[in-house]
Nanobody
């Protein structure tokens, strides 16, 4: 059974930092592209960042230079370091694993940026 479990969300002031983690099980993690998406209230889910199985990284323009995605294949985990957080980063953040036509999702973790 495939499971993706996020952690690390919370409430942070503007300009602050958070580190999200996602632990995967039930898949051969190193073969998958992994990434993060987010969904703000009343908005569609949007892509944030991807770390491919070949080692490449990509970021949405809105987070480029502030967020860093990393992965540890030995721990079956992917991380999202979020710095210089803004109120518009407030959303539920979802971990994603992708290969071919298959996508797996975590349950999401809430990130709230507010003073």
């Amino acid at each position: 059974q495939v499971q993706l479990v996020e952690s690390g969300g919370g409430l942070v002031q503007p300009g602050g930092s958070l580190r999200l983690s996602c632990a995967a099980s039930g898949i051969i993690f190193r073969l998958y592209d992994v990434g993060w998406y987010r969904q703000a209230p009343g908005k569609q889910r949007e892509w944030v960042a991807t770390f491919t199985s070949r080692g490449g990284t990509n970021y949405a323009d809105s987070v480029k230079g502030r967020f860093t995605i990393s992965r540890d294949n030995a721990k079956n985990s992917v991380y999202l370091q979020m710095n210089s957080l803004k109120p518009e980063d407030t959303a539920v953040y979802y971990c994603n694993a992708h290969v071919a036509s298959w996508d797996g999702w975590g349950q999401g973790t809430q990130v709230t940026v507010s003073s």
